[in-house]
């Protein structure tokens, strides 16, 4: 499966991204879960957002809930991130997971151990 992201990039505290991540038409059927991760420099890779394709069912880690909004376009194939009210901390590199089976927990979505498929990320800097 290719995932491919875009839209990261540098910003002040408080802006808005978008990110968006596409997959192969073919595989993007049988992904039942797409998610959002990130990684900061000397950190591990951590989960931000994950949508259930089945249900539409999503779910936050606490550090972004009101600020994020994952979403998908079924007819292009992509799933997005929308960013507001962006911080300093929420600078990193930004990855795209997607995986065949379909999660209903947070502690079992947002974990990256959980997905076998990712794209090569997008940086995203917040810095005033």
């Known amino acids: 499966v290719q995932l491919v992201e875009s839209g990261g990039g540098l910003v002040q505290p408080g802006d808005s991204l978008r990110l968006s991540c596409t997959a192969s038409?073919?595989?993007?059927?049988?992904?039942?879960?797409m998610g959002w991760f990130r990684q900061a420099p000397g950190k591990e890779r951590e989960g931000v957002s994950f949508l259930n394709m089945r249900d539409t069912s999503t779910y936050y880690a606490d550090s972004v809930k009101h600020r994020f909004t994952i979403s998908a376009d079924n007819a292009k194939n992509t799933v997005y991130l929308e960013m507001t009210s962006l911080r300093p901390e929420d600078t990193g590199v930004y990855f795209c997971?997607?995986?065949?089976?379909?999660?209903?927990?947070?502690?079992?979505?947002?974990?990256?151990?959980?997905?076998?498929?990712w794209g090569q990320g997008t940086q995203v800097s917040v810095s005033s």
């Open positions: 997971g997607a995986d065949p089976r379909a999660y209903y927990s947070p502690i079992v979505g947002l974990d990256p151990r959980n997905y076998n498929n």
């Open positions: 038409q073919s595989a993007f059927y049988n992904l039942y879960t």
